[in-house]
Nanobody, 124 residues
Framework: QVQLVESGGGSVQAGGSLRLSCTAS????????MGWFRQVPGEERNRIAM?????????EPSVKGRFTISPDNARKMNTVELQMNSLKPEDTAMYYCAADGSRSRCLNRLYEHWGQGTQVTVSS
């Protein structure tokens, strides 16, 4: 069973930076896609950044230009990092890592593997 372990969350003032990391264990073949969602209490979990084994990358418009996602391997990923710059109070949320080894599931936004989440809090 693949496990995703996240690290790097915390508290920061507006304008600051944080770097999140997600590592997949027991995933010898790597993942076709890995990325990040975030969720605020009472709201849906939203995809904010995702990288795919065909080297394409998705960013949610509100984070584009501020966040950068980078995998350890372009085509079969085991680790993905999210560099978050120019953080805003509205970036406050629980951040979840997601991954899947299937190209089909990835492209249909069906992710088999999820992390436990790491809290990011941005104060004004």
């Amino acid at each position: 069973q693949v496990q995703l372990v996240e690290s790097g969350g915390g508290s920061v003032q507006a304008g600051g930076s944080l770097r999140l990391s997600c590592t997949a264990s027991r995933s010898p073949g790597g993942n076709f896609c890995m990325g990040w969602f975030r969720q605020v209490p009472g709201e849906e979990r939203n995809r904010i950044a995702m990288v795919y084994g065909d080297t394409s990358i998705y960013y949610e418009p509100s984070v584009k230009g501020r966040f950068t996602i980078s995998p350890d391997n372009a085509r079969k990923m085991n680790t993905v990092e999210l560099q978050m710059n120019s953080l805003k109070p509205e970036d406050t949320a629980m951040y979840y890592c997601a991954a899947d080894g299937s190209r089909s599931r990835c492209l249909n936004r069906l992710y088999e593997h999820w992390g436990q989440g790491t809290q990011v809090t941005v104060s004004s």
